[in-house]
Structures are given as C-alpha cells and as structure tokens.
T-cell receptor, first 113, second 112 residues
C-alpha cells in the first residue's frame, strides 16, 4: 500500500515557467510534509516543509500548497531555472519520527534553457 | 570535515557474499537511518537507530543487519547478498526524533 502518491513522474518546463508537482497521502496521522531535492549522485536534501496547520508556505521561488481535507499537497517552483533540474520527492511522516518518512516515487524535473 | 559520509561509494559483489556498507557522522546526532532507493521509486527505510545499541526495523528490513556500538557509526550488513538488493543505499542522521534528517551521498551496490 503506497501511502504517498506523487505525480507526474517526469516534468519538462521551459526556463521561467512554473513547475508543479503533486502529492496525495492516505494516513491522516501524518503531520509533517517535507519536499526533498536530489541532484544526480547526491543524497536528498530538504528543500521546504509544511505542517497541516497552514495552507501555504513560501520560501523564495518554492511554495508548498496544502489541502488537508483532500489530503493533497503540491510544490510550485516559480520562474524555474535550469539549475532547478533535479529529482524532487515529497514525503510525509509523523513529526515525532524524523527518519520514518514515507516518500513518494519522485519527479524528475528538467528545465530547458 | 563535519557531516555524514558513506563508504564505499560504489560496490560490486556476488550473490551470496556478505557485504557491509559503512556510515559515519560527525555531528553526534542521536538518530541514524538506512534507506534504499530503487529506480523510479522513492526511499524506503531499512533500519533506524535512536541511540547507540538501540536499533529498530523499518519498512524493508529482510536480508539486512545493522549495529550501532558507537554513536557516530551505523554499518549496514547484507548477510547473503541477492540481486534484488541491487540498489542505491543512503544513510541519514538527525539530531532528535523530530528533527530533520541529513543524508549522505549514497552507496551504489550492484549484486551480480
């Protein structure tokens, strides 16, 4: 049973465009939703995270939108740049269990110049 | 250098052999984790440790053994490697159970 479903699997965006990646979760006990960015040959690194008491969180060009009733959350990358080309993973967990995150399958983003 | 390091970065082994992947962190983080990442899939937790001498199973523990005699080290052993264990393995650590985890650069293991 996959508890976090991520889409799309891959995404190609022109430079300056908006990249949108969606995730849906099943376990209502999850209360922390991070997004990770992974470059080839590197480990995942935390990009931005949100808790369910807010509907949106923005950090620079990256925004998480969260819909608790629909059990969905999404990552928006504004003004996408070629340097944003990477694989993005959404995750969900109980806040008290940092390493026991359940990950989505990842989205490979390519930003074309 | 401070951080979390994994060794080796690449490993090829034969089916049935025992292989150990090493993970070392310099932050004195309490928690350490092992994940595997397979093509087209996210990370799946194998084992984790809340402190020295305390370990627990994750989502996919079968075929793996861990130990944590020292806070800074968390080796992962495949007792008898199988082809299905071909994967990229990531070690991570976090200061507390609620804190964010930091990942190593990964070990690409191929079992032939």
């Amino acid at each position: 049973q996959q508890q976090v479903k991520q889409s799309p699997q891959s995404l190609i965006v022109q430079k300056g465009g908006i990249s949108i990646i969606n995730c849906a979760y099943e376990n209502t006990a999850f209360d922390y939703f991070p997004w990770y960015q992974q470059f080839p040959g590197k480990g995942p690194a935390l990009l931005i995270a949100i808790r369910p008491d807010v509907s949106e969180k923005k950090e620079g060009r990256f925004t998480i939108s969260f819909n608790k009733s629909a059990k969905q959350f999404s990552l928006h990358i504004m003004d996408s740049q070629p340097g944003d080309s990477a694989t993005y993973f959404c995750a969900a967990r109980r806040n008290t269990n940092a390493g026991k995150s359940t990950f989505g399958d990842g989205t490979t983003l390519t930003v074309k110049p | 250098d401070a951080g979390i390091t994994q060794s080796p970065r690449y490993k090829i082994t034969e089916t049935g052999r025992q292989v150990t992947l090493m993970c070392h962190q310099t932050w004195s983080h309490s928690y350490m984790f092992w994940y595997r990442q397979d093509l087209g899939h996210g990370l799946r937790l194998i084992y984790y440790s809340a402190a020295a001498d305390i370990t627990d199973k994750g989502e996919v523990p079968d075929g793996y053994v861990v130990s944590r005699s020292k806070t800074e080290n968390f080796p992962l052993t495949l007792e008898s490697a199988t082809r299905s264990q071909t994967s990229v393995y990531f070690c991570a650590s976090s200061e507390e159970g609620w804190a964010e985890a930091f990942f190593g650069q990964g070990t690409r293991l191929t079992v032939v």
